[in-house]
């Protein structure tokens, strides 16, 4: 079937969607997590609409998924008091309790969480639109993060249970926890990168406030039975509604010690700004990016045009790591183009659920009314569209536009265009890619395509001191989680990884002593007689 013909037909009708997708009943979520207990929240309620319309007699409808809690700033401050009292100044049940006992917690909770992969999924599916591959494989490598989490830390903790000896002193050094984490994470990946902030917040002994995007909240609920019955009391607790009404008294209290926050940079820095007391602010911070990719003379162009539409349009391009701009060589410009827009038009568009379905509905309110004024900009710049039918919209739904030549002062030259618009632009010197990665206020990632080893080494050494990763022959990606995820500029703050969010969500603590014999007592006597969990030569295994 032709684009239009498909984008015309894209919408279910109601018996169209398969038995195991079926919602059968609005799924109305009143429940709110606070210090160990589900309340029902009797306020306002938000609704929640997938971003797949359903196909009526007359119209295709936005299909009504359920509702979730609007919690106002009062509401918010209470559950910060839950997490706060929990951490007790460091004091509480969880920053004392003993790393191999925190661990027995998060478990449970993985475990717990395993049994609800099935409901999670499907409403990964319904909610964002992820199709059913990626929907599983986000559910799959959260559950590997976090047992790989548990793994870093027991080899951190066993690191640590040495004591050292230098200069006449004797010291036990370890990591503590920060105090209280308010913990937010995207629409793109509302259970992926949330947990990878959230899980390394908790297990390090902090007590967390956990707000899902405004995308991809219902997916959540399956798991806050497995949240409430496996930490102490107000140790995780959630938060829902708009992040306007809700985040500015949370920071302004001046009681959130660490914010891990994944979004745009503009509400970073407008959430960071409101708190009172900046220096007690710790920041783990992901956002916007412009990774660009660089296509050489000497490139293989298949393998470059296969990448950069994965890098482009995996997840409809709504991925912080995408490629949001392809420089290639004037020379081969024009068979680079026809081997991308091939491959474009072959992406297979749908439902989530759909066999092999590569492009699907846009979550975000307006999202195919934003593409397309990307797409009016450049053209009116200049600009042309040089795919088949890009830019084709049927209400969520837009057909990936490969715009060409992409150059200032057009907004996607410059902007994070997060959707499915392909901006591409010819260069003829190798400087106008480098000085635009070193001009962009953007600096995550990149790729550059090519053969020669002496091109490329040119290439890397600049490069590598704008950007946190440069990928030679691939798309970007965050991936795999052991990799360091982070960025310069505007894009990060923070490093995220397996082992380095341990880091990140805790700050190295020492005990420390005059070696003499008195102190070799006190020391002997607390660690013998296991009266500390501080200081202790317990070996985890
Ligand atoms: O949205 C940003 C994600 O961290 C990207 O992760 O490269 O694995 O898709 P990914």
Known sequence: MDIPSRLASIFPRPEQIPAAMR?????????????????????????????????????????????CPRLDGDA????LDAAVRAYNNGRGVWPTMSVAERISCVENFVFRMSQKREEVV?????????????????????????????????????????FVIDSGIIAQIRRAPLGTVLCMGPFNYPLNETFTTLIPALIMGNTVLFKPAKCGVLLLRPLLDAFRDSFPPGVINTLYGSGRDITPPL???????????????????????????????????GMAAKNPAIVLPDADLDLSAEECSLGALSFNGQRCTGLKIIFVHQSIADEFLAKLCARISALPIGMPWEDGVKLTPLPEDGKAERMAAYVQDAVRHGAKVVNEHGGSANKTVFFPAVVYPVHEPMRLFSEEQFGPVVAVTPFTAISEPVDYIVNSRYGQQA??????????????????????????????????????????????????SVSDALRVFSIRTLVAAKLNNTNKGIINGIVHDRRSKFLSDDFLI
């Open 251 to 285: 920071m302004r209290s001046g009681k959130v010690d660490c914010l891990a926050f994944i979004g745009s940079t503009e509400a970073a820095d407008a959430l960071k700004l409101q708190h009172p007391k900046p220096h007690r602010l710790r920041c783990a911070l």
């Open 122 to 162: 499907r409403l990964l599916m319904w909610e964002i639109c992820k199709n059913s591959g990626d929907a599983a494989g986000e559910f799959d490598r959260t559950i590997k993060y976090i047992k790989d989490t548990i793994d870093a830390l027991k080899e951190l903790d066993r690191n640590s249970s040495r």
């Open 23 to 67: 919602i059968q009943e609005p799924l109305i979520q009143r429940e709110y997590l606070v210090n160990g207990q589900l309340e029902q929240w009797t306020g306002p309620m938000q609704d929640v609409y997938s971003p797949i319309c359903i196909q009526t007699q007359n119209a295709a409808e936005p299909f009504f998924l359920g509702q």
């Open 76 to 79: 918010a401050l209470r559950v």
């Open 447 to 496: 790729s550059i395509f090519g053969k020669d080893p002496e091109q490329i080494a040119r290439l890397v050494d600049p490069l590598v001191n704008q950007v946190c990763r440069l990928n030679l022959n691939s798309q970007c990606q965050r991936g795999p989680d052991t990799f360091p995820f982070t960025g310069r500029k505007d894009s990060a703050e923070g490093t995220l």
